[in-house]
Nanobody, 121 residues
Framework: QVQLVQSGGGLVQAGGSLRLSCAAS????????IGWYRQAPGKQRELVAV???????DSADSVKGRFIISRDNAKNAGYLQVNSLKPEDTAVYYC???????????????WGQGTQVTVSS
């Protein structure tokens, strides 16, 4: 139905930047919300940022001013620009999308496979 492929993670020094990507494919009629979560070892998964279909955004206080979420509807893609990285940003980052799929009633959520971001001090 819908597949999400993430890319862009890696190892970076503190203060560095990465751009995480999330590309959706399948019989997508429309993409509603795109969001990013992260999960650090031994911690619960936390919501990092979301962007809605009207391009309104919200993000966790811990990343405000450093992380920027965006989307490209023509490509069915979402992005998370992560700047001024800190060691505490180290985590596996997951994207999710809420989409309307052709032939299926309602909107449904799909998750990416996760991408590791490691920030060294």
């Amino acid at each position: 139905q819908v597949q999400l492929v993430q890319s862009g993670g890696g190892l970076v020094q503190a203060g560095g930047s990465l751009r995480l990507s999330c590309a959706a494919s399948g019989n997508i009629v429309s993409m509603r919300t795109i969001g990013w979560y992260r999960q650090a070892p031994g911690k619960q998964r936390e919501l990092v940022a979301v962007i809605n279909s009207d391009n309104s955004t919200d993000s966790a206080d811990s990343v405000k001013g450093r992380f920027i979420i965006s989307r490209d509807n023509a490509k069915n893609a979402g992005y998370l620009q992560v700047n001024s990285l800190k060691p505490e940003d180290t985590a596996v980052y997951y994207c999710y999308v809420i989409v309307k799929v052709a032939g299926i009633w309602g909107s449904h959520a799909y998750w990416g496979q996760g991408t590791q971001v490691t920030v060294s001090s």
